[in-house]
Nanobody, 119 residues
Framework: QVQLVESGGGLVPPGGSLRLSCVAS???????????MAWYRQAPSKQRELVAT???????TYADSVKGRFTISKNNSRKTVYLQMNNLKSEDTGVYYC??????????WGQGTQVTVSS
């Protein structure tokens, strides 16, 4: 069972920055390296949407709405994936979820972390 723990959310004014982290706390290091990781978000009364992905081979994709503002990265030795969010806008508000897809199953989800962009 893959366990993901997100952190780093909070309240930030428009134009501000946050860095989210997601740790695969129970993963064996060599196994984490095979995971495809992603960040999703869900705004109130809206469907969950894909924000960014990073594959086990480090191929990266972004939603058009965050290109140029968000950066996804990972540190395999720490079994952690990050989402650096700059120039935040009110429409970025929502609960951000980390997900992992393994060679044998998934996606697995974290509990989510709240991001609120407001003055």
């Amino acid at each position: 069972q893959v366990q993901l723990v997100e952190s780093g959310g909070g309240l930030v004014p428009p134009g501000g920055s946050l860095r989210l982290s997601c740790v695969a706390s129970r993963a064996i290091l060599s196994v984490f390296n095979t995971y495809d990781m992603a960040w999703y978000r869900q705004a109130p009364s809206k469907q969950r949407e894909l924000v960014a992905t990073i594959s086990s081979g480090n191929t990266i994709t972004y939603a058009d709405s965050v290109k140029g503002r968000f950066t996804i990265s990972k540190n395999n030795s720490r079994k952690t994936v990050y989402l650096q969010m700059n120039n935040l806008k009110s429409e970025d508000t929502g609960v951000y979820y980390c997900s992992a897809t393994t060679p044998t199953g998934g996606p697995y989800w974290g509990q989510g972390t709240q991001v609120t962009v407001s003055s």
